[in-house]
């Protein structure tokens, strides 16, 4: 009954568009199953598919969970309402596991990789490299140990070996595990060689008239895509993470303004729009959340101008729920503030921010904190919260003004860990719709910090730090653990 009450919901939020070419969808994909694709596919076929594979993998169900437990949005009814008061256990995420993540992006990453072998398309492969990277390291950051170096090799090995989060960031050359890093720097390098042929509009990232160099922007965000997965294992692996971020910074190759966000963009018609308009506008779900009375708050006593740019206000104030309250009678749904258009698109065509400037400062500010690496924190941690602001269209006088008038709002101060809750909190605020990047800098440091929801169940009472595995999953792969429950710690979050 499991089987059909989530696939259901996946067509309902319009899954199916990124879907592989061709495949059958009668019935759930094993994570190495080989799906019945056409056996020759160009790589402007694969491109597109596998970047939205990705987009939804961030955005989709994944998001609405991650932002719900992160006191943004609040869970009015359905799994959101289960994940508000921290329940979630194997039943959930089995179609992102499947056809989001390893039957969707990373398995037309895989093929995107053999196709480009073949023709020499270096820079679909350097991308292909890079967005592989990307996509393994949201899964592993959700589940902690997962399949991943005899992932995607279908009948060839159906019950891929775990492999450990460490191993998976790190390398494990005597188990012939790649680390994260270097499967970007591969991309990086295949970028740099001659290409027979370079994405067009097929690359829905940075293939539109604005973007003068497509393969440029790419390499920018390959090297802010390091950047990130530095930072993620920064309190674990500090000397690592020093050294990582250090060349990046010394290559002065990453991305600097908001035009060279790695953004995904979708279609303004119904069955191409962003996921996060088709729950918050259009679906039966979409009356599943509203933005939560601390989200709220916080900019409110901030005063913050993003929040009429980030939160709807349908009346003369915002109409919000505060996270786990339960028995009370909920206002008219035409009245709750929702997402805005600053994440869902105007008309459904989001983007979905996968890396972007103001996160790429934040990181950097964090950095030169924590670990000592070259720049001014106070520099940096003000160049974010403009490009934030910018993003969210704040015109530069009214950045200037909000300056102005709130300096202990945007100067640094006090002790390490003082600045480095004030740096967190700021990349919190601005990461607004994309709930796993908030998650994981919560469970990596501790901030913002988060008042426990009312009426809290979960495990233990406590906040969910990772999603426990699929239960088709641990039924069919023996190598999966049994009873990895969400409040078991991954790797990298040691605190």
């Known amino acids: 009954m499991m089987k059909f009450k989530i696939f259901n919901k996946i067509k309902a939020i319009g899954l199916s568009s990124i879907i592989l070419i061709s495949t059958s969808c009668s019935d759930f994909l094993d ?37 719900t437990i992160m006191s943004v949005t609040y869970g009015a009814a359905n799994d959101p309402a289960a994940w508000d008061i921290y329940n979630t256990d194997g039943a959930d995420f089995g179609n992102q596991w499947r056809f989001e993540i390893y039957n969707g992006a990373l398995i037309n990453y895989e ?16 991308i292909a490299k890079i967005m592989k990277a990307y996509t393994f390291a949201l899964t592993t950051d959700s589940w902690g140990d997962v399949p991943y170096s005899e992932a995607l090799q279908g009948d060839a090995n159906p019950q891929p070996r775990i492999d450990s989060q460490k191993d998976i960031y790190l390398g494990n050359p005597s188990s012939n595990i790649q680390s994260l890093f270097d499967l970007v720097k591969e991309g990086l390098s295949d970028l740099d060689k001659e290409s027979s042929v370079d994405p067009g509009v097929d690359d829905i990232a940075y293939g539109f008239p604005q973007y003068s160099d497509k393969i440029a922007n790419w390499k920018r965000a390959g090297n802010s895509l390091l950047l990130k997965l530095a930072i993620q294992i920064s309190r674990v692996e500090p000397e690592k993470a020093r050294q990582i971020i250090t060349e990046v910074i010394q290559g002065n190759n990453y991305i600097v303004n908001n035009s060279q966000d790695l953004t995904i963009k979708f279609g303004g018609q119904v069955g191409s729009q962003a996921p996060t308009h088709t729950y918050t506008n259009v679906s039966s779900f979409r009356n599943d959340l509203m933005i939560s009375t601390r989200f709220v708050n916080l900019l409110k006593g901030l005063n913050d101008p993003r929040l009429p740019k980030f939160v709807t206000k349908p009346g003369t104030d915002y109409v919000t729920v505060d996270n786990g309250a339960r028995g009370l009678t909920l206002p008219a749904t035409a009245t709750w503030s929702r997402f805005s258009s600053y994440v869902t698109g105007v008309n459904g065509e989001g983007p979905v921010r ?61 002790t390490t860990e003082d600045r480095i809750r004030q740096i967190i909190t700021q990349k919190y605020i601005a990461q607004y719709g994309n709930g796993l990047e908030q998650w994981n800098d919560w469970r990596r440091t501790g901030y913002p910090v988060l008042a426990q929801h009312q009426n809290a169940v979960g495990v233990d009472g406590t906040r969910p730090v990772r999603t426990p595995y699929i239960n088709e999953e641990i039924s069919r792969n023996p190598n999966f653990p049994d009873n990895v429950y969400s409040n078991v710690k991954v790797w990298w979050d040691i605190d």
């Open 31 to 67: 994570v190495n199953e080989t799906p019945n694709n056409p056996t020759a596919v160009p790589p402007s076929a694969l491109l597109p598919t596998a970047l939205s594979g990705s987009a939804f993998a961030n955005s989709n169900e994944l998001n609405r969970f991650a932002s």
């Open 354 to 414: 996968l890396l972007a400037n103001f996160q790429r400062a934040f990181i950097l500010a964090e950095a030169a904190v924590r670990l000592g690496t070259p720049g001014d924190p106070q520099a940096l941690y003000t160049e974010g919260i403009r490009a934030s602001m910018s993003s969210a269209g704040l015109t530069e006088s009214e950045i200037d003004g909000y300056f102005a008038a709130n300096p202990q709002v945007v100067t640094l101060s006090g």
């Open 111 to 126: 093929r995107l990789l053999e196709t480009s072998e073949d023709l020499n398309a270096n820079s679909y492969k350097g």
